[in-house]
């Protein structure tokens, strides 16, 4: 709780007249549009869409009702949908960000390989999360985030951690849109795209689920699910879910590097009349044991047992993949960290037909996110950092308010948001030892607690016009508005340290108040010439805050001057196929589209290893490629398959006064690929086996030069793995009536056994303290694992 100073996290009167102007530009167009008068045809179209929206407001909401094929192929945009199927693929122990990967364009690396673990999730090339390595995390926190709709990234920081959401099997589908997307949809950062995470949705039949995996590395799972069905009205919905398992990577004096997740989700639901009201709630919590990246050959200086007061290496061999295994970390005595997510959120949703052809929408939501990071560091014998004590959080509430308008040849939605948000960076190092004596309250070494209030407004309209049929076409506009206080409390909530170490206060600068107004049109438009064929092309103009917080960067070590809104600007141009039946296949659909974005006015914040804020990188640079998704049914195999070819640099990049103008932008794979089949094989006697194989590519990739603060030039290998499953519906009798069907599956990954690596990057010697630098520090990819699952439904 802040003391002194802290303003209200309530709208100011800048910010609400903003949203006046905003829709009193829009009602009056509203207004205009509802007096045309209509002809019969057209008028009676109007009514047979009011009334399809009518019948399942909720369930076909504005982030549900996209994963279907047909309303993916009525799209005017680049986007992809997940569904159970290829989220199961990703493994009974994986959580969101695994699944991601099997869209077009989406790469995912991290230090572990369960859902427990943070990843970093590219969406082409676009990043959001964080996977356990330290350098330029070049342009993240700029994807949207959703579950049910509710945004789920910190207004403040703009990111969101994978763990968050550790269990798949609570997930109906997920939705990725690429580029800015409709006002409708859009968020505060949603520059590269966004993520929408549809959870199981209430149904009126009664039902539920347990499944029980158990697999490689010590791995567990329990999840459950329950459908309440109609009781009084209401339909809810609970499920949950529980998970543990062991690192791949082994430390030679055994440590296994443990991580366990958990998550819960309710959701209630009472349709009427003529709307339908809920109320859901969700919690995710997930926590992973972090290995340090491993260099590639040994580096003098890089031991497994850490090195002396004097920085010369404690007895024992030398860490790197070539010597101690492909495998290996540092003992735990020396480094561990235990890395801690955690989010909870509450939500309500309202849909009311008001008349013939008017519905009303809102969503309120509290979400609380917060981070742990207890951070054991002896790998120098006396270090004055010997402990880190990192927990800081966000809080934010907001309300979504809009309309959706069927009128003759045109379809609008007209509304806005508000959200609050309260962000505190507080961290602590210190080491209990003499000639310290410090602790988690009163640190001896570097430490911050500074305050964030962010404010963000928005207010929208968009039509869809449709002058002839198979034509429509979407102008849109977004009025926003940015607002942040900043308050410096180390002094405040470290008081005692601050006393003693004022130089060690990360908030170097003075309290200050920022305040941004933009306008974001786009545009998007579809012919459909053929019943099975359209066209489709879009431009959107997108802004967010660049990420605060962390050991430096603005507010903190930056002074805040001028302009620091970045921008995206995409467009888009490709087509979509869809069949419900051609020639021997089945709901078929193909799409494929050219994208093109101008990121611009980018801030970059570079770190060290060891966590010292290097400075802060500016940027403007370009990303295009072209996106290619397959999937449909032959017989009874289900195929897939998807693509991504890219290529992205910067336009101009400066750090610390020099320019690297020119060069490729990190970490954006130049391919990914991925390619599969399920198939459904009756064996007599009501058995069923499912057979499935798919394969993942991951193209070559540029690293980012820690030592030079800047991209590189140099690459990290490609890679592919092979994934094999097999599984069989056993029959209901076999469980005496009770289950509705069982299955048992054995599931492996990386069948092959490919080793790899997930990220690479050139380090300057601050992880290990080495007096050279510009060697290759990596994060190994996950080698073969196994699991088997009993899954039985009721």
Avoid: C
């Avoid at 037909?353 to 929408?361: E, M, S, V, Y």
């Avoid at 080491?431 to 964030?452: E, Q, T």
């Avoid at 510009?774 to 088997?788: C, E, K, M």
């Amino acid at each position: 709780m802040i003391r002194s100073g802290a303003r209200s996290l309530y709208p100011t009167a800048s910010h609400t007249l903003t949203v006046a102007i905003a829709l009193a530009l829009v009602i009056p167009a509203t207004v205009h549009a509802q007096q045309v008068e209509s002809p019969a045809g057209k008028h009676a179209q109007t009514m047979q869409r009011v009334v399809v929206k009518a019948n399942a407001l909720e369930s076909a909401g504005i982030n549900v009702r996209g994963l279907s094929q047909r309303a993916i192929f009525k799209s005017a945009l680049g986007d992809k949908v997940l569904d159970k199927q290829q989220i199961a693929a990703a493994g009974p122990l994986a959580g969101a960000a695994q699944a991601l990967a099997y869209a077009p364009g989406v790469a995912v690396s991290s230090y572990g390989a369960t859902g427990s673990t943070k990843y970093m999730i590219s969406i082409n090339g676009i990043k959001t999360g964080w996977g356990g390595f330290s350098g330029g995390t070049i342009d993240n926190g700029s994807i949207a985030v959703s579950f049910d709709g509710v945004p789920m990234a910190s207004p403040a920081t703009g990111l969101w951690q994978s763990s968050q959401l550790p269990q798949n099997a609570l997930l109906e589908g997920i939705r990725v849109t690429y580029g800015p997307g409709d006002p409708v949809d859009r968020w505060y950062n949603n520059i590269g795209g966004a993520l929408a995470f549809v959870p199981l949705q209430p149904s009126a039949q009664p039902g539920g689920q347990i499944a029980l995996s158990d697999g490689s590395y010590n791995s567990r799972n329990v999840f459950f699910s329950l459908q309440t069905g109609a009781v009084g009205g209401w339909e809810t919905v609970l499920a949950g879910g529980t998970g543990s398992a062991d690192n791949f990577r082994r430390s030679p004096d055994g440590y296994a590097w443990p991580s366990k997740n958990f998550a819960g989700y309710f959701k209630t639901r009472k349709s009427f009349g003529n709307g339908d009201v809920s109320f859901g709630g969700y919690i995710g919590d997930g926590h992973g044991w972090r290995p340090t990246p491993i260099p590639l050959t040994p580096v003098p200086g890089i031991s497994v047992n850490g090195q002396d007061a004097n920085g010369n290496p404690n007895p024992g061999p030398l860490l790197s993949q070539q010597t101690t295994g492909y495998y290996s970390a540092l003992n735990q005595n020396v480094w561990a960290k235990d890395d801690y997510n955690r989010t909870w959120l509450l939500y309500a949703r309202q849909n009311l037909r008001l008349d013939a052809i008017t519905t009303l929408h809102n969503l309120t939501w509290y979400r609380q996110g917060n981070r742990l990071h207890k951070h054991f560091n002896n790998y120098v014998d006396g270090a004055s950092n010997l402990y880190e004590y990192n927990n800081p959080y966000s809080k934010t509430y907001g309300d979504k308010l809009w309309a959706e308008i069927a009128l003759p040849y045109n379809d609008l939605a007209v509304g806005g948001y508000f959200l609050n948000s309260e962000y505190n960076s507080r961290n602590a190092f210190y080491s209990p030892l003499a000639p310290y004596f410090g602790s988690y309250l009163v640190p001896n070494a570097k430490f911050r607690s500074d305050y964030w209030y962010v404010t963000d407004l928005a207010a929208f309209v968009q039509d869809t016009i449709t002058p002839v049929r198979g034509v429509s076409i979407t102008p849109g506009l977004r009025v926003v508005s940015f607002h942040t206080d900043y308050y410096p409390r180390g002094n405040v909530d470290f008081a005692q340290a601050y006393a003693l170490y004022p130089q060690n206060d990360q908030g170097k600068l003075p309290a200050a108040s920022t305040n941004y107004d933009r306008i974001e049109p786009s545009i998007s438009a579809r012919w459909q010439p053929l019943r099975w064929l359209a066209l489709f092309g879009n431009l959107g103009v997108a802004y967010r805050l660049p990420a605060v917080g962390g050991g430096g960067g603005l507010y903190q070590s930056q002074p805040v001057g001028g302009n620091i809104l970045e921008r995206g600007l995409e467009w888009q141009a490709g087509m979509k196929m869809h069949w419900d039946y051609v020639g021997a296949f089945r709901e078929v659909l193909l799409s494929g589209n050219y994208y093109h974005l101008h990121f611009s006015n980018q801030f970059i914040g570079v770190s060290s290893g060891n966590g010292q804020f290097l400075g802060l990188g500016t940027g403007d640079s370009n990303y295009h490629g072209v996106n290619l998704s397959a999937e449909g049914a032959l017989g009874k195999a289900h195929l897939f398959g998807n693509a991504n070819f890219e290529q992205a640099h910067f336009n101009h990049y400066a750090f610390q006064g020099t320019n690297y103008d020119g060069l490729p932008v990190s970490y954006v794979p130049d391919t990914t690929f991925n390619a599969g089949a399920y198939y459904r094989a009756p064996m007599g006697g009501g058995i069923v086996l499912t057979p499935r194989a798919w394969y993942q590519y991951t193209g070559s990739q540029h690293v980012f030069d820690n030592n030079l603060g800047a991209p590189s030039r140099q690459t990290m290998p490609a890679y592919g793995t092979l994934n094999l499953s097999v599984g069989a519906e056993l029959p209901r009798d076999l469980a005496g009536g009770l289950a509705h069907s069982i299955e048992l599956s054995l599931e492996m990954l990386n069948a092959l056994g490919k080793r790899y690596n997930s990220f690479e990057e050139i380090s300057s010697g601050g992880l290990y303290n080495t007096p050279t630098a510009g060697y290759v520090l990596a994060l190994p990819g996950t080698p073969r694992v196994i699991y088997g699952t009993l899954d039985v439904k009721f």
